[in-house]
């Protein structure tokens, strides 16, 4: 079981820039899918961005393109989500999490192993 502790959030202004952290423990992280999800008050939780193991292809939702970029470092476990431009509507707890083989790549349905979560609140 692979255990995952998000860190970086915080309280920014809009247009400022956060870069979070998923640090994992356990083996075969270099193997796995890694996604990131966030969700606000209210509302469900929802897609961000996805790297494969290698790496080589990334995965962003639409309404952050340009804005998140999303990385990782096989050799100390750790996945990043780059946040630019931030937007009020970026506010929300941002959970990192591993894919599961054979699932949506964009539904929470198909990670487990969630994090617990950091805070990202931008102020207008």
């Known amino acids: 079981q692979v255990q995952l502790v998000e860190s970086g959030g915080g309280l920014v202004q809009a247009g400022g820039s956060l870069r979070l952290s998923c640090a994992a423990s356990?083996?075969?992280?270099?193997?796995?899918?890694m996604g990131w999800f966030r969700q606000a008050p209210g509302k469900k939780r929802e897609f961000v961005a996805a790297?494969?193991?290698?790496?080589?292809?990334?995965y962003i939702v639409d309404s952050v393109k340009g804005r998140f970029t999303i990385s990782r470092d096989n050799a100390k476990n750790t996945v990043f989500l780059e946040m630019n431009s931030l937007k009020p509507e970026d506010t929300a707890v941002y959970y990192c999490a591993k894919k599961l083989p054979g699932y949506n790549l964009a539904s929470a349905t198909g990670y487990d192993s969630w994090g617990q979560g950091t805070q990202v609140t931008v102020s207008s």
């Open positions: 790297i494969r193991g290698s790496g080589a292809d990334t």
């Open positions: 356990g083996r075969s992280f270099s193997t796995n899918i």
